[in-house]
């Protein structure tokens, strides 16, 4: 059974502290030591891990497309051979993670997730 109750994320920039739900999250993708959010609101760029943010949002309908990015399946309008859409953007799913991420939508589509 989902829960209701939505993870609350809390991301420090060098000049603000952004207080946000994993519903408001599009998509992670890391750059070198930092992780850049699109959101609803922007782009934050945070330092951190993306093996840390994934274990943060694990049932909360997430799926690595690329080994370096992080989708959140609810604003996935697309997903074509070996590239998803978060709306007009276009992300690449590599062939070692297509199989997963391809099962993890179609869970997240059933309504399981």
């Known amino acids: 059974m989902k829960s209701t109750v939505e993870k ?3 991301l420090q920039t060098e000049e ?15 750059d070198k030591n930092y ?3 699109h959101t609803k ?11 840390e943010l994934e274990k943060n949002l694990q049932h909360e309908g997430f799926s690595k497309c690329i080994n370096g990015c992080l989708v ?8 074509i051979k070996d590239t998803v859409w978060i709306g007009r953007t276009e992300l690449p799913v590599s062939r070692n993670r297509k199989k997963e ?5 179609m869970r997240f589509l059933g309504g399981s997730c």
């Open 8 to 10: 609350e994320l809390v």
């Open 16 to 30: 603000s502290i952004i207080k946000l739900t994993s519903s408001e999250l599009y998509y992670v993708e890391k």
């Open 35 to 37: 992780l850049v959010y």
């Open 41 to 51: 609101n922007g782009n934050y760029r945070i330092r951190g891990t993306l093996i």
């Open 72 to 79: 959140n399946l609810r604003y996935v309008t697309k997903f």
């Open 101 to 105: 991420f391809r099962e993890d939508f």
